[in-house]
């Protein structure tokens, strides 16, 4: 199963019909338990079980239950994309055991859609709710965050903690699997897309060309991957150095990109086969289809370019006004 879906709006609806959650700034996981063992998937349902073994105490809170929520890696109270994103790949046991030691994650929980063998993804938001409540599940790393039902005050405050964001849902929706609903709106402080790369650029004044200034990233839609920018900040020192070795094995002669790229941005690039998503913040697209004031957040390897949406809808109070990533 794929989870659920927000819609990124621009606006946080009012009203009876909505509830508001802290968006977390992780890994969406589904787990899943039953005959007494656990099972954890991403969202594109890779299992990712044995990365996180702090989380297997989970299969000892009850025998039958799938729940939805987010794994994030706190640092100083605050989710870690960075310390997240180290733990989105691992498959070797003790490397795992090691990370869950010294930068444990922990399962923010916020929705039940299955319990005891019963399907509840048919039932409503304040059914599902109700029911997660009375299991109180609070263990050493995992949790049911609080829902408020004021998103005006929710989002300054998050604002003011230096939090992602928050979703809004409506109490009266179904769980709808693998689909983007508007039924669920996200409104994240600053925009998080995934992207993928096409090509890198040397840092200025390197002597050698070596060292990995910035990015081209592209997003896919008809017609191949179309370029959206270049991202530079964020990658300086050591985070620029990982990300070229990364790509090294990926060079290659022609453009990945559907159409022409600015030759103020292709100068001096190296271009690389179009397999690496990652994550990038902005202040949204320009006019021109640009990311504005872009800044890296991490490779994703939990997807890959097929699994990236088209440019998602921009809701406002419930209805589609546009689109934007």
């Not at 987010?70 to 994103?85: Q, R, Y």
Request: overall charge neutral; some cysteine; glycine content about 12%.
């Amino acid at each position: 199963m794929r989870p659920m879906l927000a819609t990124l709006t621009s606006a946080v609806p009012a009203g009876e019909r909505w509830v508001h959650e802290v968006k977390w700034d992780g890994m969406r996981v589904l787990a899943d338990v039953s005959e007494g063992r656990l099972r954890l998937f991403s969202r594109t349902e890779r299992d990712v079980t044995v990365a996180f073994p702090e989380l297997a105490g989970l299969a000892d809170e009850y025998p039958d239950v799938l729940l939805d929520g987010e794994v994030v890696v706190l640092a100083a109270g605050l989710p870690s994309f960075a310390g997240m994103a180290e733990r989105f790949n691992v498959t070797d046991p003790r490397r795992a055991r090691t990370l869950a030691t010294h930068h444990p994650a922990t399962y923010m929980v916020f929705d039940l859609l299955r319990l005891y063998g019963v399907d509840l993804t048919g039932r409503t938001w304040s059914e599902r709710r109700a029911t997660l409540e009375r299991l109180e599940l609070s263990g050493p790393r995992w949790h049911t965050p609080q829902v408020f039902t004021e998103g005006a005050a929710l989002l300054a405050a998050t604002r003011e903690q230096g939090l992602e964001g928050i979703v809004s849902k409506r109490v009266d929706s179904p769980y709808r699997p693998g689909v983007r609903s508007p039924d669920w709106l996200k409104l994240p402080h600053r925009l998080t897309r995934s992207v993928v790369i096409g090509g890198w650029r040397p840092e200025s004044g390197s002597s050698d060309g070596e060292r990995l200034g910035s990015v081209l990233v592209g997003v896919p839609g008809e017609g191949g991957l179309h370029f959206v920018g270049r991202v530079g900040a964020g990658l300086a020192g050591r985070s620029g150095a990982a990300l070229r070795e990364r790509l090294r094995p990926l060079e290659s002669g022609e453009s990945p990109f559907a159409e022409p790229v600015p030759a103020e941005d292709a100068a001096c690039v190296v271009w690389v086969r179009p397999v690496r998503v990652a994550d990038v913040e902005s202040l949204g697209l320009s006019s021109g289809g640009r990311l504005r004031q872009p800044s890296w957040k991490g490779l994703r390897p939990d997807l890959a370019p097929g699994d990236l949406e088209r440019p998602e809808p921009v809701a406002q109070d419930g209805i589609v006004t546009g689109r934007d990533g």
